[in-house]
């Protein structure tokens, strides 16, 4: 079992950053540094859809077209943390941003093959 809990969300204008951070609570058995980890984002009205994923030991990330280039996803693993940095925002990135853990890297951006998902935090961008 994973319990993830996000925060760093809010508002900022257009052209402006800001971090989200992912702590997740890893039951025993396992450790965080063995859970593929992602964000995905849904806006109103809308799907969620992927955002960012990075593998287990942060050597590999993936993007969606939409972000790549203004994101970036980390990973402390002795922190038991996930961050999302988001620099350039536009007003179409605003959603609820929801951290999530566990996928196959085949399907990683498929929203119904993450096992754990957080609460998610608002970011709102405007313009």
């Known amino acids: 079992q994973v319990q993830l809990v996000e925060s760093g969300g809010g508002l900022v204008q257009a052209g402006g950053s800001l971090r989200l951070s992912c702590v997740a609570s890893v039951a025993s058995g396992r450790t965080f540094g063995s859970y593929t980890m992602g964000w995905f984002r849904q806006a109103p009205g809308q799907e969620r859809k992927f955002v960012t994923a990075?593998?287990?030991?942060?050597?590999?990330?993936y993007y969606a077209d939409s972000v790549k280039g203004r994101f970036t996803i980390s990973r402390d693993n002795a922190k038991n943390t996930v961050y999302l940095q988001m620099n350039s925002l536009k007003p179409e990135d605003t959603a609820v941003y929801y951290c999530?853990?566990?996928?196959?890297?085949?399907?990683?951006?498929?929203?119904?093959?993450?096992?754990?998902w957080g609460q998610g935090t608002q970011v709102t961008v405007s313009s």
């Open positions: 990075i593998s287990q030991r942060g050597g590999n990330t």
């Open positions: 999530t853990a566990d996928t196959p890297y085949s399907t990683l951006r498929s929203r119904g093959s993450w096992n754990y």
